[in-house]
DNA sequence: CCTACCGATCGGTAGG
DNA sequence: CCTACCGATCGGTAGG
């Protein structure tokens, strides 16, 4: 029975898996650019200095490498967006937190093409499989830490119930993604600081609705 | 002197230029869902039931049928979306037949993939040349529709002069585009009528400001 | 991790 | 508009 699939349960070594990051560091830049479309094995092996067959002992299939790199990218937005929200307190200061993070992470040029998640949402929309629902889970994190924020501040105090909570996160939402769009797009700083007048007055409104 | 690139000048038959629209019709189609860079001359080619070679006897190379879909995807844009605008009174009627008339072609999916300039920002956002150039005028016309209509709406006493029209267009922006990107997403018509909401709520802040 | 290969497809051209 | 071709590159595999 041990040697059914022995390959692929098999540990790796140390400098296999420091190779492999060193793969998927360099196939996050290049998709966030030209797209996890335009990621192609030849071109990432140059790249890296390696064969092809190289990259296929890290990743059997086009696919599962492209699901490595949005996993890769998942774990680099957690770290640049997610978790520092989530260290703030709970309800609006968490909300700015969030804004803050990635509208930082955006201008930071974390990814050299903006935000990962946004241009793969916009590569994806029309497709589906495993590539897309990984994509779509790393969205589905950022909205609920929006919403949830939301309905902290409500629970908190810090908003009034009548505060229309999925109509907020659209704004906001709609905001921080025309930031990065506008950023990448013109180039210049401008977008960045209209999404924080626009989320400062966001939440003005929300505070006087 | 009139041998000189006499191919070029020479008058097209009146089907040839029937075919050529047939072609981009179903470019643009495919553009919108694909990427740009989705397009390929032989998959086109199959789609059209004729043989590549055909093709390039209407467009000498890839990019010159790349801009000619973008100029055919803008004259649709134009007839669907700035032209009915243009047909409502200056000012803040104007600006909500913009925003109207936006929405309505992103649910009536006029292009399959969305509104086919949005998608086509994001693709070309790190690229430079004619192609991205002819994509960053349609996205200014639109953009300048909507300041132009809140400088009117300001002259016409419909706005305060206090309103911060580069901001509010920003955020006029934002809001339609998450309008397509949210209904691209979701499936739903839900984020076309948040944005419906959000715009409301815009002019009413900018009456108010 | 490598070399050496596979069939398919890419953009593009020659010649009609 | 066509057939027939070009070199380059695609994802992937055999065998080491």
Redesign the pocket.
Known sequence: MRLIQAGSVRKPRA??LR?RK??LDTAVLVASVDGIAG?????L??R???????????F??????ELAVVEHAAAIYRTEVLAPSLAAPAGVARLVAHAEAFLSYVSRRVFPGGCFFLAAAAEFDARTGPVRDAIAEVLGESDRRVADSLRDAVTLGELPDTVDVAQTAFELGAVLAAANAGALWTGSREPIERARVAVERLLTHAAAS
């Open positions: 400098d296999g190779s060193a793969i990621l192609t094995i030849g071109g092996a140059e890296l200095g390696m064969s092809k067959s190289g990259l296929y002992a890290h059997g299939s086009k696919e599962e490498l």
